[in-house]
């Protein structure tokens, strides 16, 4: 049986970055300048209706933070993807 799925919400980079290194927003926030609040948004799957696009300045803040691993490039959201076939649980 064929069943269409979607492909995992994409993220920020941001949002990865802090997920590999076991960082929540409350352990970034006091660095950055901004509340834990404006870092989980931030870092919310990019159609989320919550989601909101990280200010300039903010945007600076987490390239130095992060020592160049997230830059100003890597806030954009990717392009749409479509949906994947399954068959029987196995991805195509």
């Given at each position: 049986?064929?069943?269409?799925?979607?492909?995992?919400?994409?993220?920020?980079?941001?949002?990865?970055?802090?997920?590999?290194?076991?960082?929540?927003?409350?352990?970034?926030?006091?660095?950055?300048?901004?509340s834990h609040e404006q870092v989980r948004?931030?870092?919310?799957?990019?159609?989320?209706?919550?989601?909101?696009?990280?200010?300039?300045?903010?945007?600076?803040?987490?390239?130095?933070?992060?020592?160049?691993?997230?830059?100003?490039?890597?806030?954009?959201?990717?392009?749409a993807r479509p949906y994947r076939a399954r068959i029987e649980?196995?991805?195509?």
């Amino acid at each position: 049986m064929t069943h269409l799925t979607p492909d995992p919400q994409p993220r920020p980079k941001f949002a990865h970055w802090m997920f590999e290194r076991g960082l929540k927003p409350r352990d970034v926030c006091k660095p950055l300048g901004c509340s834990h609040e404006q870092v989980r948004r931030v870092c919310l799957p990019y159609d989320d209706p919550d989601h909101r696009r990280a200010s300039d300045r903010l945007r600076q803040k987490i390239a130095v933070f992060t020592r160049g691993d997230i830059d100003l490039q890597d806030w954009d959201a990717p392009p749409a993807r479509p949906y994947r076939a399954r068959i029987e649980g196995v991805a195509l």
